[in-house]
């Protein structure tokens, strides 16, 4: 399988980083649009590992071009990615963990996903309410109770809403300019 190359495996032309960026795209959608919470950690590893495998599109489609990265490798870039953008780097530690069982190496930017639930929505103000139903979904329990689950990430410094900080990685990399990426010296 010499050569194999995933432009080769599906099909050729059309499939590149513009795709990636889309299939991202996609899987963010699916996690917004899901109510399940087992369903959207699905979604949530099928987007991170997604939004890291980005990283080595563009290394090998846009930089290898470039003379600042002709001789560096392909983890010289994604330590430049980690190193720019730490919402991205959360994602490629996300991608990282659910490839293993037994990680030996530490989460540098990921700490946590979790679900936080609110049962009692009458405790919560309205404007308050409002922005976590916009930031997460509600679910009948029980069929009399409805609760409010709100997807977060819990990063090094501190917990995002996930649907947000998606929407920032997607950001990032949809305006990801080669030029702008230089090689870190250390």
């Known amino acids: 399988m010499d050569g194999t190359s995933a432009q080769n495996l599906f099909g050729g032309t059309g499939f590149d980083e513009k795709y990636m960026l889309e299939k991202a795209a996609r899987e ?46 392909e983890t010289d870039f994604v330590n430049w990615v980690r190193f720019t953008n730490p919402v991205v780097a959360a994602f490629i530690d996300v991608a990282n963990e659910s490839k293993h069982a037994n990680r030996h190496s530490k989460s540098n930017y990921a700490e946590k996903i979790e679900m936080r639930y609110f049962s009692d929505l009458s405790k919560l103000t309205p404007e ?3 922005l976590l139903i916009k930031k997460g979904f509600t ?6 109770d409805l ?5 977060m ?24 300019e080669p030029d702008h990426a230089l090689p870190l010296d250390i």
Do not use: C, Q
């Open 28 to 73: 963010l959608v699916l996690i917004k649009k899901s109510t399940d919470p087992i369903v959207i950690n699905d979604h949530i590893i099928n987007f991170s590992i997604t939004i890291a495998s980005i990283a080595s599109w563009m290394f090998h489609l846009k930089l290898v071009e470039h003379p600042e990265w002709e001789s560096r490798r």
């Open 147 to 151: 609760w409010l689950i709100v997807p």
């Open 153 to 176: 990430i819990k990063l090094s410094s501190e917990s995002k809403f996930l649907y947000d900080a998606a929407d920032l990685a997607l950001g990032w990399w949809n305006s990801f």
């Open 128 to 130: 308050v309410r409002a």
């Open 139 to 144: 679910k009948e329990v029980n069929r009399k």
